[in-house]
């Protein structure tokens, strides 16, 4: 699969692995990896109204309104660095923002892709409660299963890391329901227009990389 045309859904629970094959894929494909997460992050961090509105949600675990994810999402894609393509992590989360998607997609005359990364219930709040980001960079790391040389010191960039406030055991529960409820109903959305591909997302982050990549691949849509 070219650059040229490559739009990609990264879709499965939080904790399933999509920030780090994210960054994986975008640099295999040599496309931009937009994480909504991460947009919104920045934002609460330089202190914008964008990000105090977020905010509120993010911290109960709950999600940020369609209608402003829509925008979010809408100004992000209309950078001319995503006009040969993108790699989207953490968009669409609801049928109405999957729906909106589907429209500026289609207004461009391009073809989209899905990939959900199915990782067992327990292993994801595993994963999630053990995790830590770097506050520079956004990379992330695990206390036990993918730790940093040195503890608390991002590999990447030197950066700090630190526990996001909602990788909480006690918000980690509410985004799980939160995905069941309004996030899972996107794979029944997808497969229904025959884009979906469903990978295992277990074993080490090069392994599931693999997977994807021969999927996308070895499989024309
Ligand atoms: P993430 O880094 O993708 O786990 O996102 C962290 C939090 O940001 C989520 O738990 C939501 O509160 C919010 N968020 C990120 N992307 C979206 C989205 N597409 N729709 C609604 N809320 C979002």
Sequence with gaps: MS???F????????GAGKGTQAALLAKHFAVPHVSTGEILR???GRG???GGRARQYIDKGELVPDQIMLG??????SQGDCAPGVLLDGFPRSIPQAAGLEEIFAAEHVPMRAVSLDVPADEIVRRLSGRRTCRACGAMFHV???PPAKAGVCDRCGGELYQRDDDREDIIQARLDVYHKETEPLMAFYRERRVLRSVDGTGSSREVFRRVV???EGAPA
């Design 3 to 5: 650059a040229t045309g």
């Design 7 to 14: 739009r990609l859904v990264l879709l499965g629970p939080p």
């Design 214 to 216: 021969e999927e996308l």
């Design 144 to 146: 036990t299963l993918s």
């Design 42 to 44: 920045h934002e609460i």
């Design 48 to 50: 914008s109204d964008l």
């Design 72 to 77: 979010v999402i809408r100004e992000r894609l």
